[in-house]
């Protein structure tokens, strides 16, 4: 069964003989608690994990977290230390009479003197009847039940069971764990990855948190001979070619729309309206002319003037309505707002740029503070503690942080001073100074 395999030097004879090359991740696979990285806060002495192998005594737990931050490792390893029979189950793969069979299993078992542990990975893929079905089996200690779950418990799991298991949050793999796992693959392989230091970051942080995913990774740049260290732009291409672009071989059509768009940008309502009418005499479709004049009032206008787009939207619906030639007038008359409104790129600017920062950024959480809690799990995770209304707030604004906590506040949206965007600029600045009062 395949797991999450983060660190050490484990024999890969466990689970019977390979039957090809072992994948670097198996022959990285932990051989103890204290080789697996990034969940120290549950492994270690005083983490629920730590306490419960101290004691000798395992509990029934819901391991919740990310893809690849070591929920199968963990639950093996769990029975291992304390002397248990590892019964591990997948829900996709499993129905009903598999889940007879592990409990017959197991009560054989207990009746030698040797208690079960049932791993169940992606236990939220059960149905409420087969997730009831455990229950008479985990209230009798015929198996101590730990299930592995992406998914929120609280909407994932039934509360029969949930009252029966305690829940342990994996965290997401950050840099530093991520990092040993590089430097125990490159023991392993006996050689540097093949990488510049700004390299191995990117690497790294293309991972998102994701363990097995990064080994992977690692193994296909140690399968080929590099002669020199890639830099970020060179491994990128490596782990992610892309595919050739196609050309429709329509340079005329392209030309004549890259013209248009550039004469409203510029400001010029003639030459955008001469160009409008090249592409319209000449039959192009005029809806496609009306998408790229309505993409034009967010990419060029934006909050600039809000109205840009209301009017390229109630242009489409009178074309819609009236057809050709009569609704072509509703056309030119978006063109003409479009070219001479105020303009700005900031709105496109910042999507740009937010879209750049999460994909850096991966997985990071929201605060507690700003999370609902609908449920008593969630509530007592901390989700929504010292939430401030904002509306109860002097001047409806509370100041709050809003980031990840392991992100610095940024900056994408920079409003121009032009415009409807002048007046956002000066409330934006208005809440910023508020925000630094505050700290």
């Not at 199968?72 to 591990?88: C, D, H, K, Q, S």
């Not at 948190?209 to 140690?222: A, M, P």
């Amino acid at each position: 069964m395949a797991g999450d395999l983060f660190g050490g030097d484990a024999s890969t004879e466990r689970e019977g003989a390979p039957i090809g090359p072992v994948p670097l991740a198996e022959r990285l696979r932990p051989r103890t608690l204290a080789d697996v990285v990034g969940q120290e806060h549950l492994t270690g002495p005083e983490g629920a994990i730590g306490r419960m192998v101290a004691a000798g005594q395992l509990s029934s737990i819901i391991l919740w977290g990310p893809p690849g931050t070591g929920k199968t490792t963990i639950a093996r390893l769990l029975a291992e230390a304390v002397g248990m029979r590892f019964a591990p189950l997948s829900a996709v793969f499993s129905g009903v009479a598999d889940l007879r069979q592990a409990f017959a299993d197991a009560e054989r078992m207990a009746a030698a003197g040797k208690r079960t542990l049932l791993f169940v990975d992606e236990i939220h893929r059960f149905n409420r009847a087969q997730q009831d079905g455990f229950l008479p089996y985990v209230e009798r200690g015929t198996v101590v039940l730990v299930g592995a779950t992406t998914e929120n418990p609280s909407f994932a799991l039934n509360a029969a069971l949930l009252s029966r298991a305690q829940v342990l949050v994996l965290d997401r793999l950050g840099e530093a764990a991520l990092g040993t796992l590089i430097e125990r693959a490159e023991v392993e392989v006996g050689q540097r990855l093949p990488v510049t230091d700004g390299a191995r970051a990117a690497l790294i942080a293309s991972a998102d948190g994701d363990g097995r995913f990064l080994l992977n990774q690692v193994e296909t740049l140690f399968s080929v001979t590099i002669e020199d260290p890639l830099d970020p732009v060179e491994l990128a291409q490596f782990l992610h070619r892309r595919m050739p672009v196609y050309d429709k071989d329509r340079d005329g059509h392209y030309n004549l729309i890259s013209a248009f768009h550039k004469a409203l940008r510029g400001s010029d309502p003639q030459a955008a309206l001469y160009w409008l009418a090249r592409m319209l005499v000449a039959g192009e479709e005029p809806l496609y002319v009306l998408r790229r004049i309505t993409r034009f009032a967010s990419e060029d206008i934006g909050l600039a003037d809000p109205q840009a787009l209301v009017q390229c939207l109630a242009a489409k619906d009178a074309y819609q309505f009236l057809g050709s030639p009569e609704g072509e007038l509703a056309i030119v008359q978006a063109c003409l707002y479009c070219a001479t409104a105020p303009k700005s790129n900031a709105a496109y600017a910042a999507q740009k740029a937010a879209w750049a920062a999460a994909r850096e950024t991966g997985s990071l959480a929201p605060p507690a503070n700003i999370l609902n809690a609908p449920t008593k799990l969630m509530k007592d995770l901390g989700y929504g503690a010292g939430y401030s209304y904002d509306h109860d707030a002097p001047d409806g604004f509370s100041g709050d942080n809003y980031w990840p906590d392991d992100m610095a506040p940024a900056t994408f949206y920079r409003p121009v001073d032009r415009g409807f965007e002048k007046r956002i600029a000066e409330r934006i600045a208005w809440w910023d100074e508020r925000r630094r009062v505050k700290e």
